[in-house]
């Protein structure tokens, strides 16, 4: 079977329609921030609520920015970056002040009055292994005092779905527990 050049040209160009097509459909699925590193760890997933939006997205936001929450991994600093209708954007300094993290939330409402969260934290180094840095810097903003942190304003139940994050384990989102013991 061979094709004239004419209908190899044609095909090709065919393709790559498609390819140029399906890349923004990619690129508006992921929530994840930019980062300049080519290569780094990250953490894309899901959460799913049990509370509506207006609270979830109020309890992220008391914590990234409060003076007297403490990020239980490391004792970073969280700052609120942009806080704009469903979309929020956070940036996290690791404790030993050499690293930075971002992250943005996409808030979504449910039928059922709850909420769904698409979520990714992304290194903005070099990185490969973050020993699950990225996914606690998004555990840590939602999680509640049955999970052993600390609860701003409202304690929130939540379920996830991992989209792209392969290292989370969440015994490592809370070193504080480790000094408390000793």
């Known amino acids: 079977f061979f094709l004239k050049p004419s209908q190899t040209t044609t095909m090709t160009m065919m393709r790559s329609l498609t390819v140029l097509l399906l890349l923004p459909l990619h690129a508006m699925a992921s929530v994840c921030p930019d980062t300049p590193a080519r290569v780094h760890a990250s953490c894309e997933m899901t959460v799913t609520f049990d509370q509506s939006c207006e609270k979830v997205k109020n309890e992220v936001e008391a914590r990234a920015n409060s003076s007297n929450w403490v990020d239980p991994h490391n004792k970073g600093t969280y700052t609120l970056e942009i806080a704009s209708g469903t979309r929020v954007a956070i940036s996290r300094l690791s404790g030993d002040g050499l690293y930075t993290d971002k992250m943005a939330l996409e808030f979504a409402d449910t039928d059922s009055n709850g909420c769904i969260v698409s979520a990714c934290s992304a290194s903005q180094v070099t990185s490969v292994l973050d020993f699950s840095t990225n996914f606690c810097n ?13 609860v701003v304003g409202d304690e929130l139940t939540h379920s996830e779905r991992y989209d792209s994050c392969w290292q989370r384990s969440v015994e490592k989102c809370n070193t504080m527990k480790k000094d408390e013991a000793l």
């Open 138 to 150: 998004l555990y840590n903003l939602y999680c509640n005092s049955e999970d052993g942190c600390a």
